[in-house]
């Protein structure tokens, strides 16, 4: 198999998360994580932080 035009291919990941309460820092480190390794890549990566539920 050709592999060459796949590289050139892009891929959209959405990822929707309920963050538990206390756990926020430790969801914005693997969300930090997540960007970084996007990064590697061309196109990178972007993320927005959860909503505040309880306004």
């Known amino acids: 198999m050709n592999t060459e035009k ?11 998360q309920q963050v538990l309460p206390g756990l926020e820092r430790k969801y914005e480190t693997w969300q930090e994580n997540v960007k970084a390794a996007a990064a590697d890549y061309s196109e990178g990566g972007d993320a927005s932080r959860p909503r505040d539920r309880s306004l």
């Open 6 to 16: 796949l590289q050139d291919a892009g891929a959209t990941v959405v990822i929707g």
